[in-house]
């Protein structure tokens, strides 16, 4: 049986709908289409070489220091939730919106058993040309925190094995 809800739903869904069409008309314009993956590719190939730049200055003496420096503290890795993992959130959103004002994030806490935990937020930005960046952003319980876009290759995949939560959820 069809009440006044649905009727405003689909009502609300086909306006939604209809106000759409103007913006998936000017991104399929050929034109416009082809300059966004201009631009895209444009920006890929400057991240790429951004990247090696990084890679060539990461030597494996670097590596093992920053390795002995910036040590994991044993998992598995959960996913911290409820008001700590918001706190934890919040404060580091805080820090990083003093260096990218701009950009737009989401994240998550993951913890160990002993308690050591890692805020890891992504960060998203559109540039004015349409291209989509997107930076990730780690910080430790023992203060540090890596961008990204600062390191690279080996170091950052080590790194970012303090994000993969094992998919235990704690409070």
């Not at 925190?145 to 790194?159: D, I, K, R, T």
Request: hydrophobic share 35%; net charge neutral; aromatic share 12%.
């Amino acid at each position: 049986m069809i009440n006044l809800k649905h009727l405003c739903s689909a009502f609300l869904i086909f306006c939604t709908s209809l106000a759409s069409i103007p913006a998936s008309a000017d991104v399929w314009d050929p034109k416009v289409l082809e300059q966004l993956r201009h631009d895209l590719l444009v920006q890929r190939l400057k991240e790429r070489e951004e990247k090696k730049e990084i890679e060539r200055k990461q030597t494996p003496k670097f590596i093992k220091e920053m390795k002995r420096k910036y040590s994991l503290p044993p998992g598995p890795y959960h996913e911290l939730r409820g008001k700590n993992a918001d706190i934890i959130i919040d404060q580091f959103w805080d820090e990083i919106k003093k260096k990218h004002p701009d950009f737009r994030a989401g994240g998550y806490v993951t913890i160990n058993d002993n308690g050591d935990w890692f805020s890891c937020i992504g960060l998203e930005k559109i540039l004015k040309n349409g291209v989509f960046v997107y930076i990730e952003v780690i910080k430790s319980s023992n203060g540090w925190v890596f961008y990204s876009n600062e390191v690279a290759g080996n170091f950052w995949s080590y790194l970012f094995n303090a994000c993969n939560s094992d998919g235990e959820i704690v409070e």
